[in-house]
């Protein structure tokens, strides 16, 4: 079956810590996107990118960093200077000549501890 | 510049009555419109959309939204509520067509419970 996986589901940092999370799609999508998720708020767009090899800022990208050396694959780097990454992150995908709705990811939730 | 408001942070109805999630958006012109609902610790699954066909749309598992440009809403609702409809529902509006090039401003979301 098509479609986005994000791993991990779980994850755990301590203060100061870089961590990775991966995002992969076997959709052939052109597009792809970071969200973040913080109840309340509805979801904020981190990064995107829309080819391989280019990517574009967000609402709120500082602390954050991404890459997009495949199209299958955009994964988010959350540094230490975000300064409150507890939350739910998402990524979505999109294909480039479709008008629509994104396939979205089942997410990750990072915790600081 | 685009928003959107969704104005119940919570609905609770009993299951087998009709449910209605109250959507209203801001636009400088025509634009696309789109719910999703998300179960909890899931990603978003796309329910319908509008994108300046008709202006009654129909979605997945008996949903369904109107567009009211009047109004500017674009509520959802469903005549019959089922147990697996509680979830958290999102109105979302895209500043342009809905393509890629375009971003997606999503609301606050909605918080559907569903009792029996």
């Known amino acids: 079956d098509g479609g986005i996986t994000q791993s991990p589901k779980y994850l755990f940092r301590k203060e100061g810590q870089n961590v990775t999370l991966s995002c992969e799609q076997n959709l052939n999508h052109d597009a792809m996107y970071w969200y973040r998720q913080d109840p309340g708020q509805g979801l904020r767009l981190i990064y995107y990118?829309?080819?391989?090899?280019?990517?574009q800022k967000g609402d709120i990208a500082e602390g954050y960093s991404v890459s997009r050396e495949k199209k299958e694959s955009f994964p988010l780097t959350v540094t230490s200077a975000q300064k409150n990454p507890t939350a739910f992150y998402l990524c979505a995908s999109f294909p480039q000549d479709a008008y629509g709705g994104y396939t979205f990811g089942s997410g990750t939730r990072l915790t600081v501890v | 510049a685009q928003s959107v408001t969704q104005l119940d942070s919570h609905v609770s109805v009993s299951e087998g009555t009709p449910v209605l999630l109250r959507c209203n958006y801001s636009?400088?012109?025509?634009?696309?419109l789109f719910w999703y609902v998300q179960h909890p610790n899931k990603g978003l699954q796309l329910l319908l959309k509008?994108?300046?066909?008709?202006?009654l749309v129909k979605g997945i598992n008996g949903f369904e939204a109107e567009f009211k440009k009047s109004e500017t809403s674009f509520h959802l609702t469903k005549p019959s509520a089922h147990m697996s409809d509680a979830a958290e529902y999102f109105c979302v509006v895209s500043d342009g067509y809905g393509g890629a090039t375009n971003k997606l401003i999503f609301g606050t979301g909605t918080l559907l419970a569903v009792q029996p």
């Open positions: 509008y994108t300046s066909a008709a202006t």
């Open positions: 636009s400088s012109y025509s634009p696309s």
């Open positions: 990118s829309q080819i391989v090899n280019d990517f």
